[in-house]
């Protein structure tokens, strides 16, 4: 029995050991981890494909736009995603249409703040929109 203990405590001792060694390894993977995140700023915007009139933007004007206007603005890379949409226009009216979905990632500054504005700007101006939907936030990344 005096054997087993002796084991037993040998086994315990090797445990511990074993634990405050790993502990901080652990630690440093997760402090590493966490410095390689980095915060960047996430736009979303939203474009309406409805024109007055009962016409939409066809996938051909929207190429060209995106062509012409999005990408040369950002160049880094941007997301499109096909959805569909609603809300209330400014007659109160509930307007159902296809929409498509930008995302940008990018680092704060106002020179692209400004490329995000004058986007908007330039997409309500071609194809006589009421508004676009911007939506912005802080995002944590890492790659």
Known sequence: MLLNKSFQNSLNAITLASLLITTPACTNLKTRAESSQKTLIKEELYF??????????????WQQFLNRVITPRFKDGLTVIDANGQYLNSSGVLVKEKSKVIVVIYENSSTKNKMVKDTISNYKQTFQQEAVLRVTSNVKVSF
Do not use: H
């Open 48 to 61: 309406g494909l409805s024109k007055p009139g009962g016409k939409t933007v066809s996938e051909v004007e």
